[in-house]
């Protein structure tokens, strides 16, 4: 695989990782406001929703090296009225700028509560068209493998892992850089770090039984769909399947740690140091898996064409 | 849809696959190694037989020419990101506007005929222009005027299909309905037999 797929891999995952997160954060965020006064909530997550801009913008940078002649890359947002590839490229840039733009009102608590979030709200429809939008790109009638609901299934599926599992390990940087500061709230954070990450993880081992369930049935149809389809199916499961399995045994893996987490938090209060390691190794396995996963989805490009 | 659509008429009970309209086209556009606006794909199946005591051959084979469609429906002009592959409205002809073009390569994966081919060098992608500069000059497209057995005719689709019919696809080519492609064919006697004992591509590796 050249360097111009490896660029759209990289694209897509970090695009994708970027939605989810935000989605994810939004979430949180929401839910723990109900528990908690919004300036301890903010504490947390503020610094988070900060990370997710250069995430976007790597990515940005990253689709570049996928084109033949990049400096005129803005050509891109022209034909939006047929090209879903335009269509990706505006919903993408729109979401950077919206949610850039709520970053920062969020961060300086900038206008009323209620204006920033409708701004994030609109931030995270234009973020979700985004991930359609990509996953709409491959739906054409001469890819059989890329052209069924398992690629919306799978994209937005990554989004939302990459994203819960992102969020989680900004948290905890974000608690670390808090304590090192000796922040006066720092009990209370611990509690509502505690609680967070015991729900994100419930999120992550949700979202990983979904690819355990979804990835297997989409290669199974294909290889009994025939022609093309049964080739893509081939690709997926070359090397014997190897990829593949590495691919969902990493995912399973990095779900079991992660449930173990979930199991404890409900016994006894998480100890930081567990949650440091768990949650950060969690999200580097299953980061391996999806990169696994996303290289799988384009060594299926097998087109009906001769 | 264009106001005279230009079409390919191919006839391929007369072509025996002798690639000069490859070679023409490569020469014409001044191809690199790894690049071909037109390629001519080699069908072959069918097997011995038993019939009786007798192993009888049923083999059969034949060749199709194919190159851009310049499709009524063209999903390439659709997919393109930036506008640079366009329909002309005079004649349907799809043309790629080379200083648009960002080489995204989307057009190759939504392309039926795989009649897209990257120029690595340039960063620009390339195919069939129905050789607009030699019909501005009226003279005609380099395949055409290079194939020997005179398999290859153009004109209006209107005109090619009143006069031939309207098969627009024949194995190995993709349902015609995906695109509408602007071509005809005359079928080989053995394209028929394709439907009930499909072959396979024979030269994968030339294509």
Known sequence: ?306 | MAQEQLAFFIDLDTCVGCKACQIACKDKNDLDLDQLYKRVVEYVGGDWKKDGDAWVSNVYAYHVPVQCMHCEDAPCVDACPTGASTKRDEDGVVVIDQDACIGCRYCEWACPYGARAYDADEGKMGKCDFCEDYLANGEDPACVAACPLRAIDYGPLEELEAAHGDLKAVAPLPDADISHPSVVFKPHPDARRAADDPGAIANLEEL
């Open chain 1, 1 to 306: 695989m050249d360097l111009h797929t490896w660029a759209l891999i990289l694209f897509t995952l970090l695009g994708q990782m970027a939605v989810g997160a935000f989605l994810v954060l939004g979430v949180v965020h929401t839910v723990a406001l109900r528990h908690h006064e919004s300036a301890l909530v903010d504490r947390l997550t503020d610094r988070s929703l900060l990370a997710i801009g250069p995430v976007l913008v790597l990515a940005f940078i990253a689709s570049l090296f996928h084109l033949g002649s990049p400096t005129i890359a803005f050509r891109a947002v022209t034909n939006v009225e047929t090209s879903w590839l335009a269509r990706e490229i505006v919903t993408g840039v729109a979401f950077l700028v919206l949610g850039g733009a709520f970053a920062l009102l969020q961060w300086r608590k900038i206008g009323s509560f209620a204006a920033r979030r409708t701004l994030a709200v609109v931030a995270a429809i234009v973020g979700v068209a985004f991930v359609l939008s990509m996953a709409a790109i491959y739906m054409l009638p001469t890819q059989p493998a890329w052209n069924t609901a398992a690629t919306p299934i799978a994209f937005l599926a990554t989004a939302l892992l990459l994203g819960t599992l992102a969020v989680g390990v900004a948290f905890i940087a974000s608690y670390a850089y808090l304590r090192r500061h000796d922040d006066e709230r720092v009990e209370a954070l611990t509690g509502l770090l505690q609680r967070s990450l015991r729900w994100l993880g419930v999120g992550a081992v949700a979202l990983v039984a979904v690819q355990l369930v979804t990835v297997p049935l989409h290669v199974a149809a294909l290889s009994a769909a025939g022609g093309a389809a049964a080739d893509s199916a081939a690709q997926m499961l070359q090397g014997g399947g190897l990829v593949l399995g590495l691919r969902l045994v990493l995912a399973v893996a990095g779900a079991a740690i992660v449930g173990a987490l979930v199991l404890r938090s409900f016994r006894e209060p998480l100890p930081v140091r567990t949650m440091s390691a768990v949650v950060p190794a969690a999200f580097g396995v299953v980061l391996i898996s999806e990169l696994l996963g996303r290289y799988l989805f384009y060594a299926a490009n097998v087109p009906i064409v001769i």
